[in-house]
């Protein structure tokens, strides 16, 4: 399970195992934190170079995962589970190293709570949305959609949809038939990098995201669709009762649906 954590606003690339039960934190991630540094990678590279020659055992049980880069694409990055980013953290002199450590220790503990309840995830999200600045019409709405995307992939898992790439091809299906737009160019078009595209929809790109999905698992279970190519069809027949929503509407409002805004922060001026 791939997830953004927050640590003082700032976004941490975070994946649980849920085999292992085991939290994989982005090394790159967490040194940007701890040394404010502009150049996190090239940091890391010294520091990762710096304890090999010293023998020290961390190098060898870090690992790597694939994970959204700034550019919105899956790269292989160093991942620590908990207890080898807290010994890293002890070698690195940062007035954040313990916050961090205090945060790590409520990141496991919040992961146990939701285990025992689902519902703490939910409300874990609603904190770091509201943290955003995100209004409470916007909040309810993009967990709406969740739970319609949430019924939508556990329907293609259990009709022989498994593969990760299968499920992004499916969901590419279903977003460019009803926007017009491929995931990729809806992201360049609001100016977006590694960013979720979702959490920079506006209530409308919300509304008719959850209508392409709601429509296309009534679809698929209508029709009984099984495997890849038959969700495929299923998903253009959902995301086309989406797109001839948005075209009605737009003609009514003169508006257009699908639009570059985005939830942003202003882009700091350079000071002269």
Known sequence: MDNIR???????????????????????DVI????????PRKYWSALKTKLQAEGSELSHKLG?????????????TDVADTETLLRLIQSIPSQKAE??????????????QEMSDPAQSLDRARENWQKLGRSEKWIQQRMTGQETRNKLTDYWKESGVEKPDEFALLTNIIHQEWTGLTVMKHKELKGLKSQNLRDHMNEAELIFTALAELST????????ANGLQQNAQASKKGGAVA?????ELESKTGKSVVTNGNFLPPKKEIEK
């Open 6 to 28: 927050l640590f003082e606003s700032k976004k941490v690339r975070s994946h649980y195992d849920d085999k292992k039960e085991v939290w994989y934190f982005s090394v790159i």
């Open 99 to 112: 916050p961090l450590k205090q945060w790590l220790a409520k990141v496991g503990y919040e992961r146990m």
């Open 32 to 39: 940007e934190i701890l040394t404010d540094s502009p150049r």
């Open 243 to 247: 797109k001839n929503a948005r075209k």
């Open 64 to 76: 790597q995962l694939k994970m959204a880069a700034e550019d919105g694409k899956m790269r292989e």
């Open 217 to 224: 698992r009534q679809i698929a279970e209508t029709e009984q």
